[in-house]
Nanobody
Framework: VQLQASGGGLVHAGGSLRLSCAAS????????MAWFRQAPGKEREFVAA????????YFADSVKGRFTISRDNGENTVYLQTNSLKPEDTAVHYC??????????????????????WGQGTEVTVSS
């Protein structure tokens, strides 16, 4: 199983990036998908998640209103559209896949241990 994240880069504050994560999962549509990020010297933190059929999405308070998450089950890909980027968004962004129940609490979606598969990360750097 491989999750290949891409789309990171260097942008000025206020800019946008679209991150993509292509999964080699045969049962992609059975997995909840999420993005996490890790800044230098900090713990990995939740960013956004989307349920199997895109019915529900979840966002960290720090990105609400600026980021959106979507998925294309036909292409086995999940996206993270990041707008109005801030220097504090600078981090390596990771995608993850988890086959836990969709009816799980929102908190479950924010836990790293809920996800079985992880990508290698794509780096986002936002300059002030």
């Amino acid at each position: 199983v491989q999750l290949q994240a891409s789309g990171g880069g260097l942008v000025h504050a206020g800019g946008s990036l679209r991150l993509s994560c292509a999964a080699s999962l045969r049962t992609f549509s059975n997995h909840n998908m999420a993005w996490f990020r890790q800044a230098p010297g900090k713990e990995r933190e939740f960013v956004a998640a989307i349920t199997r059929s895109s019915v529900n999405t979840y966002f960290a308070d720090s990105v609400k209103g600026r980021f959106t998450i979507s998925r294309d089950n036909g292409e086995n890909t999940v996206y993270l559209q990041t707008n109005s980027l801030k220097p504090e968004d600078t981090a390596v962004h990771y995608c993850a896949a988890g086959m836990f129940p969709t009816y799980s609490s929102g908190r479950r979606f924010q836990q790293t241990q809920a996800y079985e598969y992880w990508g290698q990360g794509t780096e986002v750097t936002v300059s002030s």
